[in-house]
C-alpha cells in the first residue's frame, strides 16, 4: 500500500473495503503500532492523536481474526487484566475495569473461568473486553468475526457497538461481510489495491456508487450476491457410503447419539450445528480418517473396489481415489513447497504416469485461478487462494467422495462463488460431496440434505 | 490436611530444591530412606486422590528401579562378588549402591512430582516475577507459551490425519514423522508471531513499569513450606551421620 491520504475523526465510525491484498490489514497493524520499524518499507507519516502510533500503545486497541491467537492468559479476568497491567494501572482500578468491560461486552461468566473453555465468539469478545479495559480511544478490528458461526458473528458486532457508544471510541473496522456493518458505521472507505481511496462517505452513498464494482472484487454487498451455479439434472444415484448406528467422538467418548445416514453419488450433504456438536469429527470419521467409537462407516462394493468393507482400515494411499478430505485449516495439509508440486503429491502416490499427471495438475492450476502461482510456496498464499489450493490437491486423484470442513470460512465472495460451482459440478456429474458449513448461504445454495448436530 | 495448593509456587519450588540439595550429596541408603519415610507421611496428609498420585508419580516409579538396575549391573566393585558377565558385575559394593539409588531417586522425585501437580502455571509466573525478580518479558511470554501447547497438540493431531487423507503415510514413517514436525515448527512459530502482536497491541513491552493484578502472597505458609523441607533434609543428614553411613558424594 502507497499514496493513502486519509483523516478519520474522533468518534467516528469506518468500514474500511478493499479487494484482498489491498493492505487493509497492514494498514490496521501500523494504525494499532504494531508494525516495526524493521519490518518492511514505510514512506509518508501516520499519526495517531498527533502522534507516533507505537508511542500511543495503549490508546489503540486491536482485535484480530483468529479467536485461538489472541487470548494471552489462562483465566477469563487475568487475560482481561493483561493491557492494564503493561499499562501500569494500579491493582484495584485494574479489578474495576475488568469487571466493567466483562459487564459491557456482556461476557458473563466468572473471572476465573478457562479462556480455553470459552467459544469462539466469547474469544472474540474477550479480546475485546481486554482492549476495552485499557480505555482506547480507538479501536481497530481486522476481520473481528470472519471466523465465527452466525450466532457469534451477531454476539461481537453487537458488543463493538455497545462499546462505541458507551465509550464514543472511534471504530476501523476491515471485514469482507459488508452487511454486517452497513447499518452502524458511519462512513466507507474503499481502498484500491495499488494504493490510494477509491470511494470514501456514507455507507448508502457508497454502497450505491460502487457496490456492483467491490462485489466483483470479492467484498460481500447485500445487494450484489453473488451467484449462484445452474444445477443440472443428475443421474441415477447410487450409495457409496453407509454410516450405520455411527458413534463419533474423538476420545472415547461419544458425541451425540447413534447416527444412520446413506451417503449418495451425485448427493451434496451439508452438516451443521452450533460449535462443539461434533461437526468436524463426524466429517472426519466419514472420511475414514477417525475410527468410529461405536457401529461403523461401511462402504459399498462400488466405492470400496476391492479394498474392503471398512474405510477406516483402507491405506492412506486407498482413499485416494475413494474418499477426499480437505480440511478447515488448509495448512495442515500442505506438504510440499510449491504449488505444483502440492497437486502432484496425490497423483504421485497413485503412480500415475508423468504425461496423466501434468494434464491433472495443468487443468486443476488453470480450473482454479492458480497458474501464475504455479511455483509459488503455498504457505505464501492469501487465504483465498490457500482454500483453493488444497481443494485441488483434493481433486487431483478424482475421489468419489469429498469430505470438506467449512470450506468458506474466512472467504471472499469471489472464491465462495468459484468454490460453489466447482462443488456444484462435481455433485452433477456423479460425486458425493458431504461439507461442513456454519455459512447458511453456502448450505441453501449447494446441499440436497442437511444433518443438524445438537 | 495441609492446604498445599494454596501455598506460593516459589516456596513449594524452593522446598523441593532444598530437600535434594541434601541429598544429592551423599549417597546412602539411611538418608534417602529417612527422607523418604518423611516425605511419605506428609504427602498422606496432603489429602490427594489416590488415583492421582499413582498416575502423576508412575515416571518416579519406573524411573527409580531402571536406575537402580544399571547401577547393580555396573555400579561399585566391591566386596563378595555373586555374578560377572564381561562388563558385568554384581556384587555387594554394587547391591547397596542400588538400593541407595533407588531410595535416592524417589525421595527426590516424589515431592518435586507431588508439589508440582498443584501448581498453577499463572501463580507460578506471578511468582517467578514479583518474588524472585525474574524479568517481565521472560515469565509473561514464557506462560502465554505453555498456553499455547494444547494447539499445538490439536495440530499435531491434524497433521496427523491430514497426511493419511493426501496418500502419503503408508510408508516411510520416519521421515514423514519428520516432515509432520517441521509442518508443526512452522505453524507455531506463525502462531507465535499472531499471539506476540496481540501481546504487543496490548500494551506489553513498552518502556511502562508494569503492574500485578495478582499479587504473589509470601507469609507464614511459605516460610513454614520451606522450613519443612529444610527439617526433612537436615533430619536425613543427621540420621544418616549418626549411623555412620553418611559419605560425601566427592570422596
Not at chain 1, 487475560?79 to 474495576?96: H, K, M, S, T, Y
Not at chain 1, 453473488?226 to 443440472?232: F, G, I, L, T, V
Not at chain 1, 472420511?287 to 483402507?314: F, K, N, Q, T
Not at chain 2, 515469565?139 to 493431531?157: S, T
Request: aromatic share 6%; charged share 20%.
Amino acid at each position: 500500500m502507497r499514496g493513502l491520504d486519509l483523516r478519520i475523526e474522533p468518534g467516528e465510525r469506518v468500514l474500511l473495503l478493499g479487494e484482498s491484498g489491498a493492505g487493509k490489514s497492514t494498514f490496521l497493524h501500523a494504525l494499532a503500532g504494531v508494525v516495526g520499524d524493521d519490518e518492511g518499507e514505510s514512506e509518508g507519516s501516520l499519526l495517531v492523536d498527533g502522534q507516533h502510533p507505537a508511542a500511543m500503545r495503549g490508546r489503540t486497541g486491536l482485535v484480530i481474526q483468529d479467536p485461538d491467537s489472541q487470548v494471552i492468559l489462562e483465566r477469563v479476568g487475568d487475560d482481561v487484566a493483561f493491557g492494564c497491567e503493561n499499562l501500569g494501572v494500579p491493582r484495584d482500578e485494574i479489578w474495576q475495569r475488568v469487571r466493567h468491560s466483562l459487564d459491557q461486552i456482556g461476557l458473563d461468566v466468572a473471572l476465573d473461568r478457562s479462556t480455553s473453555a470459552l467459544s469462539g465468539g466469547q474469544k472474540q469478545r474477550l479480546a475485546l473486553a481486554g482492549v476495552l479495559a485499557m480505555q482506547p480511544g480507538l479501536i481497530v478490528l481486522d476481520e473481528p468475526t470472519a471466523n465465527l458461526d452466525p450466532a457469534g458473528v451477531t454476539e461481537v458486532r453487537d458488543a463493538v457497538i455497545r462499546v462505541a457508544e458507551a465509550t464514543g471510541a472511534t471504530i476501523v473496522v476491515v471485514e469482507h461481510r459488508v452487511s454486517v456493518w452497513s447499518d452502524v458505521v458511519d462512513r466507507v472507505v474503499v481502498l484500491a489495491a495499488g494504493g490510494g481511496v477509491i470511494a470514501d462517505g456514507a455507507p448508502a452513498d457508497v454502497l450505491s456508487r460502487q457496490g456492483k464494482e467491490l462485489a466483483a472484487r470479492g467484498v460481500w454487498i447485500p445487494e450484489f450476491p453473488p451467484p449462484h451455479p445452474e444445477r443440472r439434472t443428475r443421474g441415477e444415484q447410487h450409495t457409496l457410503l453407509t454410516a450405520e448406528r455411527l458413534a463419533f467422538g474423538r476420545a472415547k467418548t461419544a458425541l451425540g447419539a447413534p447416527f444412520d445416514r446413506e451417503i449418495l453419488s451425485s448427493q451434496a450433504l451439508a452438516i451443521t450445528g452450533p460449535n462443539g456438536a461434533g461437526k468436524s469429527t463426524l466429517a472426519l470419521t466419514l472420511g475414514g480418517l477417525l475410527a468410529p467409537v461405536d457401529g461403523a462407516v461401511v462402504a459399498s462394493p462400488a466405492l470400496a473396489a476391492g479394498a474392503g468393507e471398512h474405510p477406516i482400515r483402507w491405506k492412506s494411499r486407498e482413499l485416494l481415489t475413494r474418499i477426499g478430505t480437505v480440511f478447515q485449516d488448509p495448512e495442515h495439509q500442505f506438504l510440499t513447497s510449491t504449488v505444483r508440486a502440492e497437486l502432484e503429491v496425490g497423483p504421485r502416490a497413485l503412480k500415475l504416469s508423468t504425461a496423466e499427471m501434468s494434464d491433472r495438475v495443468d487443468e486443476l492450476l488453470t480450473r482454479l485461478r492458480l497458474d501464475k502461482l504455479a511455483e509459488a510456496n503455498p504457505f505464501t498464499l492469501s487465504g483465498g487462494e490457500k482454500r483453493r489450493l488444497s481443494v485441488a490437491t483434493a481433486l487431483a486423484t478424482r475421489p468419489q467422495v469429498l469430505v470438506l470442513d467449512e470450506p468458506t470460512f474466512g472467504q471472499d465472495s469471489r472464491t465462495w462463488s468459484e468454490l460453489l460451482a466447482l462443488l456444484a459440478r462435481l455433485v452433477d456429474d456423479g460425486s458425493s460431496v458431504i461439507a461442513v458449513s456454519h455459512d447458511l448461504e453456502f448450505v441453501d445454495a449447494l446441499a440436497d440434505s442437511t444433518v443438524v448436530l445438537e | 490436611m495441609i492446604p498445599i495448593a494454596a501455598v506460593n509456587p516459589v516456596a513449594k519450588l524452593g522446598a523441593g530444591l532444598i530437600v535434594s540439595l541434601f541429598l544429592i550429596v551423599t549417597i546412602d541408603w539411611v538418608s534417602a530412606t529417612t527422607a523418604l519415610v518423611l516425605e511419605l507421611v506428609i504427602i498422606a496428609f496432603m489429602g490427594i486422590e489416590p488415583k492421582r498420585f499413582w498416575l502423576r508419580t508412575l515416571p518416579v516409579w519406573i524411573a527409580a528401579p531402571l536406575t537402580a538396575l544399571t547401577i547393580l549391573l555396573y555400579g561399585r566393585y566391591e566386596g563378595e562378588v555373586y555374578f560377572e558377565f564381561l562388563l558385568i558385575s554384581i556384587s555387594d559394593g554394587s547391591i547397596e549402591l542400588a538400593l541407595a539409588t533407588f531410595l535416592r531417586v524417589l525421595a527426590i522425585g516424589l515431592p518435586a512430582v507431588v508439589l508440582f501437580i498443584s501448581i498453577d502455571p499463572t501463580d507460578f509466573a506471578d511468582g517467578l516475577a514479583q518474588r524472585l525478580r525474574f524479568p517481565d518479558r521472560f515469565v509473561l511470554g514464557a506462560l502465554a507459551a505453555v498456553r499455547m501447547v494444547g494447539l499445538f497438540l490439536e495440530d499435531w493431531r491434524s497433521l496427523e490425519l491430514a497426511r493419511r487423507a493426501r496418500g502419503v503415510a503408508d510408508r516411510g514413517r520416519l521421515r514423514r514423522l519428520a516432515g509432520q514436525a517441521f509442518a508443526l515448527l512452522v505453524l507455531s512459530i506463525r502462531r507465535g508471531s499472531k499471539l506476540s502482536i496481540a501481546m504487543e497491541a496490548r500494551g506489553f513491552g513498552g518502556s511502562q513499569q508494569r503492574t500485578w493484578a495478582r499479587e504473589s502472597r509470601w507469609g507464614a505458609a511459605e516460610w513454614l513450606t520451606l522450613l519443612v523441607g529444610l527439617l526433612v533434609g537436615i533430619t536425613a543428614t543427621v540420621v544418616a551421620v549418626l549411623t555412620g553411613s553418611w559419605n560425601l558424594i566427592v570422596n
